[in-house]
């Protein structure tokens, strides 16, 4: 499997279906996330986020837009759609349909996903969401 081919399985399986039994033979045992508010380390970590964000999305889907690979690099843009049906970020269900765009740069080791730096666009989920105003 190529790297591109790791990081689909990923959003398919795991974010997309739930599937959090894949998430060993995927993820790096020494693997870091890091986006602007969040920060993970390990397989624990990850499954808890990937458990609570299904938990408040449970319709949640991870579309590829776009993908990129270079030497141990992936570059991914998402766009991820879902229906809020449960607490997220101490707010409570609203029944609001979210569209959000990211991109996700991951690195692999040995095929295993190490690390990932994401971006999301967080204004525009708030926005949707009835938390932050409108621009």
Known sequence: MNSKETIRLLIEEVFNKGNLSVLNELIHKDYHYQSPTESMNGVDDLRAFVQAFRSAFPDLHIYVDDQIAEGDKVSTRITMT???????????????????????????????????????????????LGIADSV
Not at 83 to 104: A, N, S, W, Y
Not at 106 to 114: A, E, F, H, T
């Open 82 to 128: 879902g229906t809020h049906q449960g607490d997220f970020l101490g707010l409570p269900e609203t029944g609001k349909r979210v569209h959000i765009q990211g991109i996700v740069l991951s690195r692999l080791r040995d095929g295993l996903i190490l690390e990932e730096w994401e971006l999301l666009d967080q204004l525009s989920l708030l926005q949707q």
